[in-house]
């Protein structure tokens, strides 16, 4: 029944499905337009401090929970220490992954309009000013923003129904390579462009004074963000890892991967952000005024538009089903739902939290808490809350309340590999530098410090 859910056959499917959860609009879009509200290099730094320090021993602690025990967050802490509170966390990652969820397919949507626009010749051709009306006026528009946000949940449900490994994996494991080709022609462009250097200093001169503590939640934020941490998201799919698998190795493959890709979207954008004399601070519409304006100037822009948005749109369904697995791996699990039950309460509940996010720029934009629309409430409160408390849960989990054993047959794969480096860190991050760094940015927000 497990296996059938989503059946990794080989470790390689069951790595590239990570990096396919991992890599996405998180890389893609938010990563540059949180580095530029931020200002860029110090924030990137800490993003990588991040990543090192927090990123990868979290991701290792649900590799254990998932593997040791082949189930998900409740059924796992049910069975490793029996009558732990610690299993309601599942319940975080649930929710989370509900409202994450919910917005990311509205900038999914997002991307199709541009898929279509390009596919349809009708995006390029315009001055470069002219590229931030046209993307205010499309969120701006109820009916077209609904109807792609729904049509990419369509979509991404679909393929669920399908099963993964038959469907979107195999397209994901061309398509990614493809999107990294891609990304470094774009790359090879943008630094060719005049004053593209500019950008390239925006991006690695680290000056602390723009950063700021707003600064440094956000890029703890999109650390987990990027990586899918916190929801339990990597605790379901380590849930079908082969016991022989060497996990720090695939956690220092997929983080890397996704940190390379975060960089390499940074050195399209930035230097021609500076090039065209764009504003970097333009939050999340950042990427969709910058690259029709550098696909412009490519010769066979048209071309190249088409790909990268087809090639984006596979990077983004792909984190958008591991999002979806989580509550309905945790309904078929827990509540006994056959699995198209479980779909499509999920879909339900999924596509009610997508409409209004959608609208949130339209028809429900006098709707604000702490005085952020929807959509950008969802967009801050899914990566620095859910996915920050989630991460301190597993961390604190593992580093405190599991028994050594377990962590250590697992990162040893029962005494057959070693851990002896490994293994001191990874514990010394969860016990103490992972609880008191999401500590100190929780008592930050809550204006406590
Ligand atoms: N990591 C993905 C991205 O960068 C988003 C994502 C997919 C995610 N699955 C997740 C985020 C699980 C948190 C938890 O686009």
Redesign the pocket.
């Known amino acids: 029944m497990k296996e059938k859910r989503l059946g990794f056959a080989t470790r390689m499917g069951a790595v590239a499905a990570s990096v396919g959860?991992?890599?996405?609009?998180?890389?893609i879009w938010r990563f540059p337009y949180q580095a530029g509200d931020n200002g860029g290099g110090a924030y990137i730094l800490v993003y990588l401090i991040c990543v090192i320090l927090l990123g990868i021993p979290i991701m290792m602690s649900e590799f254990v929970i998932g593997r040791s025990t082949h189930k998900n967050m409740k059924g796992a802490v049910e069975q490793l220490t029996p009558g732990s509170p610690f299993k309601y966390f599942a319940y975080i990652g649930v929710i989370g992954?509900l409202l994450?969820c919910g917005y990311?397919s509205v900038v999914c949507g997002w991307v199709i309009e541009y898929l279509w626009n390009s596919a349809s010749g009708n995006l390029l051709g315009h001055d470069p000013e002219q590229y931030s009306q046209i993307f205010n006026s499309f969120i701006g528009s109820p009916d077209r923003c609904v109807l792609w946000t729904v049509l990419f949940l369509v979509l991404n449900f679909l393929v669920l129904t399908r099963g993964i490994e038959k469907g979107v994996e195999r397209v994901a494991n061309i398509m990614m390579p493809l999107l990294f080709v891609l990304l470094i022609v774009f790359c090879v462009n943008s630094l060719l462009l005049p004053g593209s250097m500019k950008g390239m200093d925006f991006l690695f001169n680290v000056n602390f004074d723009k950063l700021g503590w707003k600064g440094a939640v956000d890029a703890m934020g999109q650390a987990f963000?990027?990586?899918?941490?916190?929801?339990t998201?990597l605790i379901t799919y380590s849930s079908y890892f082969k016991d022989d698998s060497p996990l720090m190795k695939d956690a220092v493959t997929i983080s890397g991967l996704d940190t390379l890709v975060a960089i390499l979207s940074g050195i399209v954008i930035f230097p021609a952000v500076f090039s065209f004399g764009m504003e970097p601070g333009a939050g999340p519409k950042l990427i969709f005024e910058i690259l029709p304006t550098i696909f412009q100037q490519m010769p066979g822009g048209t071309i190249w538009a088409t790909l990268f948005f087809v090639l984006l749109f596979f990077a983004s369904i792909t984190?958008t089903i591991?999002?979806s697995e989580i509550p309905i791996t945790f309904m078929v699990d827990e509540y006994k739902f056959s699995r198209v039950k479980a779909l499509l309460l999920t879909a339900v509940l999924m596509s009610a939290v997508a409409v209004v996010s959608a609208l949130s720029f339209s028809s429900l934009s006098d709707v604000t808490i702490i005085g952020k629309n929807i959509f950008d409430f969802l967009d801050f409160v899914g990566p620095n809350f859910f996915?920050l408390l989630g991460g301190l849960a597993t961390a604190v989990y593992v580093g405190w309340f599991l028994k050594k054993e377990v962590v250590h047959n697992q990162l040893t794969n029962y005494g057959k590999r070693s851990s002896r480096f490994v293994q001191p860190y990874i514990i010394f991050c969860l016990r103490y530098l992972a609880p008191i760094a999401i500590v100190i940015i929780f008592l930050h927000y809550t204006g406590i410090i």
Do not use: F, P, R
Not at 21 to 27: D, K, Q
């Open positions: 959860s991992a890599v996405g609009l998180g890389n992954a994450i990311y963000m990027s990586l899918s941490l916190g929801v998201c984190s591991s999002l996915m």
